[in-house]
């Protein structure tokens, strides 16, 4: 069985005063954040006051981003993953479409992220997503898979054990258009089916998360299919309510 997973991205959203409201009501989360891995990811700036009010709750904190170096080293404007571990998080989002498409991260560059994170034991969350044209136009599929398997290609499938994959159609993220049940669960599937023709147990084991305009009032029938392993939250991390809404649905599927 696997453990769903709720992740908050917070993106550049919030001020210190909402992270503390918002860090304050996920960990009173009790016994639903037993149930669900919750994760918040919030800014930079305040990922010392998440972890510090997380602690003593089942709740981790991810960043947002890393630097694909391991070594410390001249590189103005990075952090590191150990800074990262360091700092308290357990958890690293890599790959998320707005740094592919605003930054220019390469599948690539995604990929060597994951290696820095896996390096000093952060879990990195892996962000793939195809566009609406790349849908339309049949490429949906190719799209996935090459972005799939840059990180399987320079991690080794059996790193893949300690990533979790967010599933995040473009199209549907922060436009209140959500991917259907049964189009997450199509390609959740797909992927599980590409990753188990390299390893069939880690395929099995390793946790889809699905990203793009879940909401408390569609989480459930998202998390209800048998693909779906818990969500990336954006917009709705940043409401109090609806992030525990969707918490608790996470703990009932
Ligand atoms: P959204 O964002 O929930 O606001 O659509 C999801 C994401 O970008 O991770």
């Known amino acids: 069985m696997r453990k769903l997973m709720v992740a908050g991205n917070w993106k550049m959203h919030g001020s210190q005063s909402l992270s503390d409201e918002l860090?304050?009501?996920?960990?009173?989360?009790?016994?639903?954040?037993?149930?669900?891995?919750?994760?918040?990811?919030?800014?930079?700036?305040?990922?010392?006051?998440?972890?510090?009010?997380?602690?003593?709750?089942?709740?981790?904190?991810?960043?947002?981003?890393?630097?694909?170096?391991?070594?410390?080293?001249?590189?103005?404007?990075?952090?590191?993953?150990?800074?990262?571990?360091?700092?308290?998080?357990?958890?690293?989002?890599?790959?998320?479409?707005?740094?592919?498409?605003?930054?220019?991260?390469?599948?690539?560059?995604?990929?060597?992220?994951?290696?820095?994170?896996l390096e000093v034991g952060l879990t990195p969350l892996v962000c793939i997503g195809e566009t609406l044209e790349e849908r339309e136009s049949g490429n949906m599929e190719a799209v996935l898979s090459e972005q799939l398997d840059a990180v399987i290609n320079h991690l080794g499938i059996q790193a893949m054990a300690n990533t979790v994959i967010a599933y995040e159609p473009v199209w549907a993220i922060g436009t209140g258009v959500t991917a259907s049940p049964e189009q997450a669960q199509e390609v959740h599937a797909f992927l599980r089916q590409r990753m188990a023709g390299n390893d069939a147990t880690i395929a099995a084991e390793i946790r889809i998360l699905y990203g793009g305009s879940v909401k408390g009032n569609n989480a459930k029938e998202l998390f209800a299919c048998p693909d779906v392993d818990g969500g990336l939250i954006g917009g709705a991390s940043l409401d109090a309510e609806q992030f525990s809404t969707i918490c608790k649905a996470a703990a009932k599927s």
Not at 71 to 90: I, Q
């Open 23 to 117: 860090t304050a009501a996920t960990s009173s989360l009790g016994e639903v954040a037993d149930q669900v891995d919750v994760v918040i990811c919030p800014p930079f700036p305040y990922l010392g006051t998440v972890v510090s009010g997380c602690a003593g709750s089942s709740v981790s904190t991810g960043a947002q981003n890393l630097s694909n170096q391991v070594a410390d080293g001249a590189y103005t404007g990075e952090v590191s993953g150990r800074m990262l571990r360091e700092a308290g998080c357990a958890h690293v989002i890599v790959g998320h479409s707005e740094r592919r498409s605003y930054y220019g991260e390469t599948s690539q560059l995604v990929a060597e992220k994951a290696a820095a994170a």
